[in-house]
Nanobody, 118 residues
């Protein structure tokens, strides 16, 4: 299974970026697709997630600014980031969770850098 992220980059404060992640390989029964981020010297933190049923969850720090979307048929998830702030600077990781019965999985992408300049 491979998670391929795209869309990171450098943007000025107040700007927007869109991250995308595509899951490929032998994967099924995906439950949750989401995004985490890790800033230099900090622990990885939750950003947003969306279940296969459409339930979404956001970190308080991004509510109202970020929007997560998902295409269940294509196994893709995107994160639209608006009104970006310098504190949003981090490496953003795509995450996929799922499974069936006693078997569960938790896959991570390689990360994509987002830098917001002030």
């Amino acid at each position: 299974v491979q998670l391929v992220e795209s869309g990171g980059g450098l943007v000025q404060a107040g700007g927007s970026l869109r991250l995308s992640c595509a899951a490929s390989g032998s994967i099924s029964n995906i439950n949750t697709m989401g995004w985490y981020r890790q800033a230099p010297g900090k622990q990885r933190e939750f950003v947003a997630s969306r279940t296969s049923g459409g339930n979404t969850d956001y970190a308080d720090s991004v509510k109202g600014r970020f929007t997560i979307s998902r295409d269940n048929a294509k196994n893709t998830v995107s994160l639209q980031m608006n009104s970006l702030k310098p504190e949003d600077t981090a490496v953003y990781y795509c995450n996929v969770k799922g499974g069936w019965g006693l078997f569960t999985y938790d896959y991570w992408g390689q990360g994509t850098q987002v830098t917001v300049s002030s």
